[in-house]
């Protein structure tokens, strides 16, 4: 990366520390910082919030051009509890998801 840059940090699939070397990055005269849609999300409006799933589900089911991911396992709402534990145990064999009445 070229000086001047910012390492942005968006997610990560295992419970690993991130490891940065900071001498690096303060003579390089680098920045972090960091992107989560929950605080994305906060700021914009309703409609804008549609627009924005609507494109990303648009998105993953074309393909994923953008949003591209791997994804473990699709389970109903009513299984968070089996769904968060999953995600822990799996966390590098792709995303755990929620899909509506979903038939096992």
Do not use: C, R
Not at 2 to 19: A, E, F, H, R, W
């Amino acid at each position: 990366m070229p000086m001047k840059s910012t390492v942005y940090i968006y997610g990560k699939l295992d419970n690993k520390p991130v490891t940065l070397d900071l001498w690096h990055l303060h003579i390089t005269q680098k920045t972090i910082a960091y992107f989560t849609l929950l605080d994305f999300m906060t700021t914009i409006s309703e409609e804008k919030k549609k627009e924005v799933f609507g494109e990303i589900i648009t998105d993953i089911l074309t393909g994923g051009g953008i949003f591209e991911t791997k994804v473990h396992q699709i389970l109903p709402l009513e299984k968070y509890e089996e769904a968060i534990e999953s995600s822990i145990v799996h966390s590098t064999l792709g995303k755990t998801v929620f899909g509506p009445q979903l038939e096992e």
